[in-house]
């Protein structure tokens, strides 16, 4: 894949209808590096990315990817800016066949040879969707799936990935399955920011983490000292 | 026999017509999951262009047509642009946005051309083919290629054309056709330019079959639209088969229940849809309207 950007966040505030979901958020994400959010459900983990991509309004905040500022970029453009999106549920285009809806991943690039050959990296790392490429979305598993929304969003041949919840509703097989493309793309040198209620797995596919309550930093650091952290365990962990 | 086959060749033409109403409805319905009830009030529309450019400015018939599809197209994207901002809001406002602005259009029709119709000679004027002792007319056979031209392109648009993909994939995923950079808005206006494009290909070819007046669109949209859900609401071949479906039952009951043919065409449909309700393609009932 291509070479990671870092993300820079600054100031991030996001609110629904007077209530805020994200106060003032500031993080970074080194270039070629992991980072993890994770909190309880509602903690604002969702809203954080969404507001990172601009499919939430920031109230407030700044972001910069590489030394671009991306604040005021339309959602519908970050993509073109190198920012690809899995969101959460995975969201692929149920009537369309699975090659589509990867080809539509590349829909802000001409499809050309360039398209050619990264679709087929993603079929390299996802082989499955190769074997059921003319298949509709909406006919496969949920591992599946998930598998498919992550290589649409590599489609775009993206400098940062946000994943929402990649694990949702999966075995620990799946799960397991997930982590070791996670590792993959990351060694390969993209970078990732991954939004999980599964600590364990974040742990393990990030370098550090971020651990969010009520919208806002509660405790941050590396994910192995996070890991061995007694409040973590006890909450994140269930030890 | 005899009769019974000259009765379908008789439906076949107004089903082609009724098919191409059912393709706009299911075009926009598809692309963007929204059922457009202004669709047949712009049938009428187009219907009163082609033939006010065929019969007042001379243009050749097929000139008229284009002239007519462009312009009614252009209304198309004017009508988007306006419910655009509650599309954003609420999906049932704009849903109800369509009927108030195909009020404002039957207004309009009325103000422009008056509240009484017009015949529009045919423009083929040869004597019908005698196949097999079946009488069938030129001009039927016309509509049945142009609506068959229209439906192949129309499919090959969907399938073929990046543009046709991402159509599809804004009605199926609005967010995550943003993050992949589709503009929704542009999208959608395109569908309805395309939608209203096929309601003026339809009214233009109706208008030598049937009389035109500010009520064609009326009985053409409420054709059209059953045509649609007796085919799956949605689906392409399923607006074609309605379409020729409806037209065929139409000639039928005209033949045997004259006054009460339409009350018939309707009870046949309805059972239909009770037994089938998804229709004969569908896959899904329509959930997002």
New interface residues.
């Given amino acids: 894949m291509t070479t990671g950007l870092s993300l820079t966040v600054e100031g991030l505030t996001v609110n629904y209808g007077g209530v805020s979901a994200v106060r003032d958020l500031s993080f970074e994400v080194p270039g070629g590096d992991a980072v993890g959010v994770i909190g309880a459900n509602g903690a604002g983990k969702t809203s954080t990315l969404k507001a990172v991509?601009g499919?939430v309004p920031r109230r407030s905040g700044t972001l910069r990817l590489g030394d671009v500022d991306l604040s005021g970029v339309s959602?519908?453009?970050?993509?073109?800016h190198g920012i690809g999106?899995v969101?959460e549920g995975r969201?692929?285009?149920?009537?369309?066949p699975v090659e589509?809806n990867l080809?539509?991943?590349a829909?802000?690039r001409k499809?050309d040879a360039g398209t050619r050959a990264t679709l087929a990296e993603v079929y390299d790392l996802f082989p499955v969707l190769g074997e059921m490429r003319h298949r509709l979305a909406g006919a496969l598993s949920g591992g599946q799936q998930q598998m498919l929304a992550i290589g649409?969003?590599l489609m775009?041949r993206p400098r940062l990935l946000l994943l929402d919840e990649p694990s949702m509703g999966l075995s620990p097989k799946l799960v397991g399955d997930i982590l070791t493309v996670l590792q993959r793309l990351r060694s390969e040198g993209l970078t990732l920011l991954l939004v999980e209620q599964n600590a364990k797995l974040t742990f393990e596919a990030t370098s550090s983490c971020l651990v969010v309550e009520n919208g806002a930093v509660a405790m941050s650091g590396t994910s192995a000292e996070l890991r061995n952290d007694p409040r973590v365990r006890q909450i994140y962990l269930g030890l | 026999m005899q009769v019974f086959l000259q009765t379908i060749v008789g439906g076949v033409s107004l089903g082609a017509v009724y098919a191409l109403v059912a393709l706009g409805f299911s075009l926009v319905y598809r692309t963007m999951g929204l059922v457009n009830f202004a669709h047949g009030n712009v049938v009428t529309v187009g219907a009163y262009l082609a033939s006010t450019f065929y019969l007042s400015t001379k243009l050749p018939f097929a000139l008229a047509m284009v002239v007519a599809i462009v312009v009614t197209g252009a209304i198309g994207l004017v009508i988007e642009r306006v419910l655009r901002p509650l599309e954003n809001k609420d999906f049932d406002l704009m849903l109800i946005g369509t009927i108030g602005f195909g009020i404002v259009l039957d207004a309009l029709i009325i103000m422009i051309w008056g509240a009484t119709g017009r015949a529009v000679p045919s423009p083929v004027q040869t004597a019908p083919i005698d196949l097999f002792g079946l009488r069938i007319r030129t001009y039927d056979l016309v509509v049945l290629a142009i609506a068959a031209l229209a439906t192949v392109l129309l499919v090959l648009f969907l399938s073929r054309t990046?543009r046709g993909?991402?159509m599809?994939?804004v009605a199926?995923?609005h967010?995550?056709?943003?993050?992949?950079?589709?503009?929704?808005g542009r999208s959608n206006a395109i569908a309805f330019m395309i939608g209203a494009g096929l309601a003026a290909l339809a009214g233009g070819l109706v208008g030598p079959l049937l009389y035109v007046s500010p009520a064609l669109g009326g009985a053409l949209g409420i054709k059209g639209f059953a045509a649609a859900i007796l085919g799956g609401f949605g689906s392409i071949p399923g607006a074609i088969l309605g379409g020729l479906a409806i037209g065929i039952l139409d000639s039928f009951t005209a033949g045997h229940f004259q006054g009460y043919s339409e009350l018939v065409t309707f009870l046949v449909f309805t059972v239909i849809i009770m037994v089938r309700p998804t229709g004969i393609f569908g896959e899904r009932t329509v959930n997002r309207a």
């Fill in positions: 991509m499919l959602a519908r453009n970050m993509v073109r999106y969101p969201h692929v285009f149920t009537g369309l589509k080809l539509l991943g829909y802000a499809w649409r969003a775009s | 990046k993909a991402a599809q994939a199926m995923d967010e995550a056709a943003t993050a992949v950079g589709i503009h929704v």
